[in-house]
């Protein structure tokens, strides 16, 4: 197998041509090649009028053997003993819930909130001006909070699972070229489907998945897992087990309350907070590719960083080309945003989180969940400070610049729904976060022109980019009661659908080599 780089095609140009243009690298002739397979695709914007999609590819002549491929292998296990459980139905615990039932060990996955339909029609009523559920919203329900947002795959790390990740998606209803996209995404309406399908792969091979249950407690003797205390429909339940796979994602502070009080040791982590900022699509386009896009190339998308000379430092986080804000509220009498897009991100404005990095020092309040009740105290106050009816305060980066509330729009018209309440976002956010926002932007304008044009629209609060918390675990990802496994980003170990999704699949594994070991 022999691999080529750089090799460039026209926007819209047919990616057979790959054939040719490896060949004519290879100085053989294109019959010659067995086999191609792309390894990575990415934009290059950086010439105006010369903008190329540049290819990394693997090739296979009809003269060499072929090679097998590099697999992840998983072991094949009899049922036997206590039924593991996954507590959360996010990307962390889908993996999870499938390496084990693809293992045999028949999973038993709680999700406290509903199956995919019910959730997405509760959240587009709650979008529509409808009542808020605590059980099911843009946070809590089956696909987790990855379920409602650009459904973006790309990750730090060089885990040899992220290619079975990849993969697993595609086998489940996702397009083939998130396997070697530079910037893989599936968006919210792909996202969704694919969640579904895994989910009933996992029925298939013996797994149960029960919605509408929340774990509320556990029992712990001796340092060991006994049990779990549920809540199904408002009845108690309690559930015998010895192995527990907690990925109940970054937003369920209850849990997160209950778990100290269980004597789990709990630490304070970093994170960042903000709000989102909204642009024209067209003008991000403007801006990265020196003309309109056209039909030929994908919605303009972008990443930004500065740091500021008191050493904090503000990004750009979850860039959503041609998506909306979303409200995503968990609790009642919070105000939240983050971003979501379809796959064909089609829609008329660009968002992206404006992220200020905070630290356990910076937190008003103590404790391991100091950053948790921050989150809390500043949603509460965006409910408040908007009127109490889950709109979401906003103002134009103009008046934010100058220091005044906005009353309205310019020719950005926020997407987030119910709504926005115009006013002065200093209100909302502390101010070692608007001064360092204030900071940057102009910082970043130079680096994206127009990124802090007047007319772009700033709605807050943003304070979900990450966990707030982490809880220990050893190296074969058990925390400090055996045979309990703390995981996913919730947990503070991962960031993103895709590293969720690989330290899933590092505690079901854990798990069964317990099994295997019969411990």
Same mark, same amino acid.
């Given at each position: 197998?022999?691999?080529?780089?750089?090799?460039?095609?026209?926007?819209?140009?047919?990616?057979?041509?790959?054939?040719?243009?490896?060949?004519?690298?290879?100085? =053989?002739? &294109? +019959?010659?090649?067995? @086999?191609?397979?792309? %390894?990575? /695709? !990415?934009?290059?914007?950086?010439? $105006?009028?010369?903008?190329?999609?540049?290819?990394?590819?693997?090739?296979?002549?009809?003269?060499?053997?072929?090679?097998?491929?590099?697999?992840?292998?998983?072991?094949?296990?009899?049922?036997?003993?206590?039924?593991?459980?996954?507590?959360?139905?996010?990307?962390?615990?889908?993996?999870?819930?499938? =390496?084990? &039932? +693809?293992?045999?060990? @028949?999973?038993?996955? %709680?999700? /406290? !909130?509903?199956?995919?339909?019910? $959730?997405?029609?509760?959240?587009?009523?709650?979008?529509?001006?409808?009542?808020?559920?605590?059980?099911?919203?843009?946070?809590?329900?089956?696909?987790?909070?990855?379920?409602?947002?650009?459904?973006?795959?790309?990750?730090?790390?060089?885990?040899?699972?992220?290619?079975?990740?990849?993969?697993?998606? =595609?086998?489940?209803?996702?397009?083939?070229?998130?396997?070697?996209?530079?910037?893989?995404?599936?968006?919210?309406?792909?996202?969704?489907?694919?969640?579904?399908?895994?989910?009933?792969?996992?029925?298939?091979?013996?797994?149960?998945?029960?919605?509408?249950?929340?774990?509320?407690?556990?029992?712990?003797?001796?340092?060991?897992?006994?049990?779990?205390?549920?809540?199904?429909?408002?009845?108690?339940?309690?559930?015998?087990?010895?192995?527990?796979?907690?990925?109940?994602?970054?937003?369920?502070?209850?849990?997160?309350?209950?778990?100290?009080?269980?004597?789990?040791?709990?630490?304070?982590?970093?994170?960042?907070?903000?709000?989102?900022?909204?642009?024209?699509?067209?003008?991000?386009?403007?801006?990265?590719?020196?003309?309109?896009?056209?039909?030929?190339?994908?919605?303009?998308?972008?990443?930004?960083?500065?740091?500021?000379?008191?050493?904090?430092?503000?990004?750009?986080?979850?860039?959503?080309?041609?998506?909306?804000?979303?409200?995503?509220?968990?609790?009642?009498?919070?105000?939240?945003?983050?971003?979501?897009?379809?796959?064909?991100?089609?829609?008329?404005?660009?968002?992206?989180?404006?992220?200020?990095?905070?630290?356990?020092?910076?937190?008003?309040?103590?404790?391991?969940?100091?950053?948790?009740?921050?989150?809390?105290?500043?949603?509460?106050?965006?409910?408040?400070?908007?009127?109490?009816?889950?709109?979401?305060?906003?103002?134009?980066?103009?008046?934010?610049?100058?220091?005044?509330?906005?009353?309205?729009?310019?020719?950005?018209?926020?997407?987030?729904?119910?709504?926005?309440?115009?006013?002065?976002?200093?209100?909302?956010?502390?101010?070692?976060?608007?001064?360092?926002?204030?900071?940057?932007?102009?910082?970043?304008?130079?680096?994206?022109?127009?990124?802090?044009?007047?007319?772009?629209?700033?709605?807050?609060?943003?304070?979900?980019?990450?966990?707030?918390?982490?809880?220990?675990?050893?190296?074969?990802?058990?925390?400090?009661?055996?045979?309990?496994?703390?995981?996913?980003?919730?947990?503070?170990?991962?960031?993103?659908?895709?590293?969720?999704?690989?330290?899933?699949?590092?505690?079901?594994?854990?798990?069964?080599?317990?099994?295997?070991?019969?411990?």
């Amino acid at each position: 197998m022999r691999k080529i780089t750089d090799l460039s095609l026209r926007p819209g140009e047919d990616e057979a041509r790959l054939y040719a243009l490896a060949a004519e690298r290879l100085n =053989v002739p &294109a +019959r010659e090649i067995e @086999e191609l397979t792309i %390894l990575r /695709r !990415g934009l290059d914007a950086r010439r $105006r009028g010369a903008i190329r999609w540049v290819y990394s590819v693997l090739v296979r002549l009809r003269s060499e053997p072929e090679e097998p491929a590099e697999t992840y292998e998983i072991p094949r296990l009899t049922a036997e003993g206590t039924r593991p459980v996954v507590a959360g139905f996010g990307p962390a615990g889908i993996f999870a819930a499938l =390496v084990l &039932a +693809r293992a045999g060990l @028949e999973p038993l996955v %709680l999700e /406290r !909130g509903p199956e995919m339909a019910e $959730r997405q029609r509760a959240v587009e009523a709650f979008r529509a001006g409808g009542d808020f559920d605590p059980e099911a919203n843009v946070q809590f329900g089956e696909g987790g909070a990855g379920a409602f947002s650009d459904g973006k795959l790309g990750t730090g790390t060089h885990d040899r699972r992220i290619a079975w990740v990849l993969r697993t998606l =595609v086998e489940h209803g996702a397009k083939p070229s998130i396997t070697y996209d530079a910037k893989p995404h599936l968006g919210t309406d792909v996202l969704s489907r694919v969640v579904v399908n895994i989910r009933r792969e996992i029925e298939a091979l013996g797994g149960e998945l029960r919605f509408r249950t929340r774990l509320d407690g556990l029992d712990i003797r001796g340092g060991e897992l006994r049990g779990l205390r549920l809540s199904c429909g408002g009845e108690d339940e309690y559930l015998s087990t010895d192995r527990l796979i907690l990925a109940t994602g970054h937003s369920a502070r209850d849990t997160f309350k209950m778990l100290l009080e269980a004597g789990l040791p709990l630490e304070p982590k970093a994170f960042s907070m903000g709000a989102r900022i909204e642009h024209l699509q067209a003008e991000i386009d403007l801006a990265q590719y020196g003309a309109p896009r056209g039909k030929r190339l994908p919605a303009a998308d972008y990443g930004l960083n500065v740091h500021l000379p008191d050493g904090r430092g503000v990004y750009t986080f979850c860039m959503c080309p041609g998506g909306v804000v979303i409200n995503a509220a968990s609790e009642p009498g919070g105000v939240v945003t983050n971003g979501m897009s379809w796959s064909g991100r089609a829609g008329r404005n660009a968002n992206s989180a404006l992220l200020v990095s905070v630290s356990p020092a910076d937190f008003p309040c103590q404790g391991p969940l100091g950053g948790l009740e921050w989150q809390r105290q500043l949603e509460r106050r965006a409910f408040e400070y908007a009127g109490g009816g889950y709109l979401a305060p906003a103002q134009l980066v103009s008046d934010f610049l100058a220091g005044r509330a906005s009353d309205g729009p310019g020719r950005v018209e926020p997407s987030i729904k119910p709504g926005v309440y115009w006013g002065d976002l200093r209100r909302v956010l502390p101010g070692l976060v608007t001064e360092s926002m204030a900071e940057a932007l102009p910082l970043l304008g130079r680096k994206l022109r127009g990124f802090d044009s007047g007319d772009a629209v700033l709605t807050g609060p943003e304070t979900r980019s990450s966990s707030p918390v982490r809880i220990p675990r050893d190296k074969s990802c058990c925390s400090s009661v055996r045979g309990l496994y703390p995981c996913g980003e919730g947990a503070g170990w991962a960031g993103g659908i895709t590293s969720a999704a690989v330290d899933g699949m590092r505690c079901a594994e854990a798990v069964i080599s317990a099994a295997e070991a019969g411990k």
